[in-house]
Each structure stands twice: as structure tokens, then as C-alpha cells.
């Protein structure tokens, strides 16, 4: 059974910095993509970066590209971090990591994410 778990939100002012940690466990095979997505209230799912397990691509929304970073932990691979610094207003939202088997055709797509963390709170205030 694959699991996800996120940590590491909290509320900040804005210009402030987070890391957001992803654990991944049950997933059989090497190579998958972890997503990164946030859900502002009465607002779509969007995605905000992702990254493949092996080689380490990443992608970005043009919102973060130069604010976030997304990473795996060179010692445990099957933990990821979403590194956001000067964070906004519009950062706002549950933020939720998701696993892609394999490699996603839109890397920053909900729907090619099959299975989903129970997200963590970010709130950032002016």
C-alpha cells in the first residue's frame, strides 16, 4: 500500500521561508514522480513543482520558479522537500505531495498522480 506523509507547514509572514517534507513508503519500483500541489480555499488544485526519483528532473509552476525548490534527501531517497522561500499571500493553501508511477507526461497535472498525501497547512500573511 502506498503511503504519503507531509509535514512542515505552519504560518509565516510574508518574505518568510518553509521546507515542507514528502515521505513515500510501499511503492515497489524506482522510478516515479513526486509532485508537489496546493489548494487554496475555493480555488483549483494546482501544481507547484515536481521531480523524478531518478535523475532528478525537476519542474515548475512559473508562480515559484526562483522562489521554490524541490529536492530528494541524498540519504533517504524516498523523502522529498519543497524548499519555498519568499513566501506571499497567494502561497496560501493546503499543500499535498503526490506519487506518479512511473514518469508523468505533465509532470504538474493532478491527473497524472495516482496516489495523495492527507496535506499539510500553509498559511502566509501580509
Known amino acids: 500500500q502506498v503511503q504519503l506523509a507531509e509535514s512542515g507547514g505552519k504560518s509565516v509572514q510574508a518574505g518568510g521561508s518553509l521546507r515542507l517534507s514528502c515521505t513515500q513508503s510501499?511503492?515497489?519500483?524506482?522510478?516515479?514522480?513526486i509532485g508537489w500541489f496546493r489548494q487554496a480555499p475555493g480555488k483549483e488544485r494546482e501544481g507547484v513543482a515536481a521531480?523524478?526519483?531518478?535523475?532528478?528532473?525537476?519542474?515548475y509552476a512559473d508562480s515559484v520558479k526562483g522562489r521554490f525548490t524541490v529536492s530528494q534527501d541524498s540519504a533517504e531517497n524516498t523523502v522529498y522537500y519543497l524548499e519555498m522561500d519568499n513566501l506571499n499571500p497567494e502561497d496560501t493553501g493546503i499543500h499535498y505531495c503526490?506519487?506518479?508511477?512511473?514518469?508523468?507526461?505533465?509532470?504538474?497535472?493532478?491527473?497524472?498522480?495516482?496516489?495523495w498525501g492527507q496535506g499539510t497547512e500553509v498559511t502566509v500573511s501580509s
Open positions: 503526490a506519487l506518479s508511477p512511473g514518469y508523468a507526461l505533465f509532470p504538474l497535472k493532478p491527473d497524472e498522480y495516482k496516489h
Open positions: 510501499g511503492y515497489p519500483y524506482p522510478a516515479y514522480a
Open positions: 521531480i523524478y526519483s531518478t535523475g532528478g528532473s525537476t519542474y
